[in-house]
């Protein structure tokens, strides 16, 4: 079947070869300031493949893209698509050139039908409505075609994260998009939207697209690539068939060492229960229940692993425990309630009674990034006897503390005056780390630990984990990552519209059985 075209409104431009690659950058440097993004790149992409791009957090793989599709300029360099030299200067020219983009956050109206989001800014003149009947019919087509089943009269605000990127998709291709870049794009879905999502990408590519894929999850690059390029520090460093290579050597790769990837840990050792959750309801300030009654246990000694798509209470959850949030039912500690209201339901009352907390939002809730390193080592525990003489805080020991900290945490570089915005993902991440597990907790609740972290964090943050665990202590573990919750886990809990709908040992389920309890599907609500 020959794919739909929607041609009105696109201007003419020259045949693209049938045998030069799809896209072909050569040269593509681009600095911010001192900091060189991009140095001397060149790639090239073959028509009708999937080829991944991969890299550390600030390799340079966003702002590569970025250039492609228009939003930056490059200060050297050429682009070429079909093999003609083709200039970019925005993302209106991008999408002439039959580029489309898929973002991580998705970029659609949420109030707005999918048919009119497919619509907006592609109008064919002052008249919506023959834009509409015109795109419906397309729709209907794209959709047979691609396996991009959607309702094109329901709200965005009305579908799931799965259906929005098809949404997403579809505007790409209405706009006669060959060239599809798809950025992070399994971050925000199940397991069985995950699979679908490659089902349809290679669709795309057995029908001629041309698919980049951006992604850090490297059995992801070799389920569904042809070829994979590794990025370091700005610089193209590799490309390879997928077939031809493995995840430990492209990890290698992108690290420029060998790493570790899988988990290196013993059978946990569970002792008495440390953290006891029991018909825990949160209702937010629009009226709507958030958790719906949950009940859990976190024995010392072992991880309770958390899953769950985002935005399923598991943020609530941690919110509750870590004393930002006001909620019913009852929280023990070691036997002792918590306060879930009220003046001592804070987070300085839940780090004295022995919780500390790694947030999921590392900007937002864990660091001050106009801070040095040593003032966000500090936050929550200034008033400590350790960083006080008398009743003024000892700035210097209290920095000569955040030292010792960032040589233990490998944090780069180990310079406790540099603010936290300067600092890397991952190394903002190991500051927030150091600052709650050094202080020997009973419990670590700790959100999305890895989340734009580095291959080579991802390694050292585990293994921290692992041995806090190891120490007797009890964790509570958020992450949307499921080869993260198999990894780390000794027991998993899911998620789904704010309630557990149950537990699970790792060894005894797979991907299959939890995806489809974080759809809601299995699983017994309690």
């Not at 070429?80 to 991008?94: K, M, N, V, Y």
């Not at 291709?173 to 069985?192: F, N």
């Not at 987070?347 to 990034?369: C, F, K, Q, T, Y």
Request: aromatic share 4%.
């Amino acid at each position: 079947m020959t794919a739909p075209t929607h041609t009105e409104g696109r201007p003419a431009a020259a045949a693209p070869s049938q045998t030069a690659p799809a896209i072909e950058l050569r040269g593509i440097s681009k600095a911010f300031g001192a900091v060189q993004a991009n140095k001397d790149i060149s790639i090239r992409v073959e028509r009708g493949t999937i080829h991944g791009i991969i890299g550390e957090n600030g390799a340079g793989k966003s702002t590569l893209m970025s250039i492609l599709y228009g939003f930056y300029k490059a200060d050297s360099g050429e682009i070429l698509i079909g093999g003609q030299r083709t200039d970019i200067p925005d993302s209106q020219a991008a999408i002439r050139a039959g580029i489309g983009m898929v973002f991580q956050h998705f970029k659609l109206v949420e109030n707005f039908t999918v048919l009119e989001n497919v619509v907006l800014g592609a109008e064919d003149g002052a008249f919506l409505r023959p834009s509409l009947v015109k795109a419906r019919r397309l729709l209907v087509d794209l959709a047979r075609e691609y396996e991009l089943n959607v309702d094109p009269d329901a709200k965005i605000e009305n579908l799931g994260v799965g259906m929005q990127q098809r949404v997403e998709i579809l505007k790409a291709l209405y706009r006669q998009a060959d060239i599809l870049i798809l950025d992070e794009p399994t971050g925000v879905l199940t397991p069985s939207e995950a699979d679908h999502l490659f089902r349809i990408l290679r669709g795309l590519r057995d029908e001629g697209k041309t698919i980049i894929l951006i992604t850090h999850k490297l059995r992801e690059i070799m389920d569904v690539t042809d070829n994979v390029s590794v990025m370091r520090r700005g610089e193209m460093t590799a490309t390879v068939r997928t077939a031809d290579t493995s995840p430990s050597e492209l990890a290698e790769l992108m690290v420029g060492r060998k790493v570790l990837l899988r988990v290196d840990k013993t059978p946990a050792r569970p002792g008495p229960v440390v953290l006891k959750v029991e018909n825990l309801k949160v209702t937010d300030d629009k009226g709507v229940e958030r958790l719906r009654g949950i009940d859990l246990e976190v024995r010392a000694g072992e991880i309770l692993g958390v899953a769950g798509v985002a935005g399923n209470g598991q943020s609530e959850l941690l919110e509750v425990l870590g004393g930002i949030s006001d909620a019913t039912g009852t929280v023990t500690l070691n036997g002792t309630p918590l306060d879930l209201s009220g003046p001592r339901a804070d987070g300085r009352s839940r780090r004295h009674a022995g919780i500390a907390h790694v947030p999921e939002d590392r900007h937002r809730l864990g660091l001050i990034l106009d801070f040095t390193a040593w003032e966000n080592t500090g936050f929550g525990y200034h008033d400590l006897p350790d960083y006080c003489r008398g009743a003024l805080m000892d700035q210097t020991a209290l920095r000569n503390d955040t030292r010792g900290k960032m040589e233990r945490f490998d944090v780069r570089p180990a310079d406790c005056w540099l603010h936290a915005k300067s600092f890397s993902g991952g190394n903002q991440q190991k500051i927030v780390l150091a600052r709650e597990i050094e202080r020997n907790p009973d419990l670590l609740l700790v959100g999305q630990p890895t989340r734009g972290v580095d291959i080579g964090a991802i390694e050292f943050i585990h293994q921290r984990l692992i041995e806090l665990r190891d120490a007797g202590k009890a964790i509570l573990l958020v992450s949307v990552e499921l080869d993260e919750i198999f990894a780390l886990s000794d027991r998993i809990a899911v998620m789904f519209d704010g309630r557990i709908m149950g537990e699970r040992l790792p060894g005894q389920t797979d991907e299959t059985e939890l995806g489809m309890m974080m759809a809601g599907m299995d699983g017994k609500a309690r």
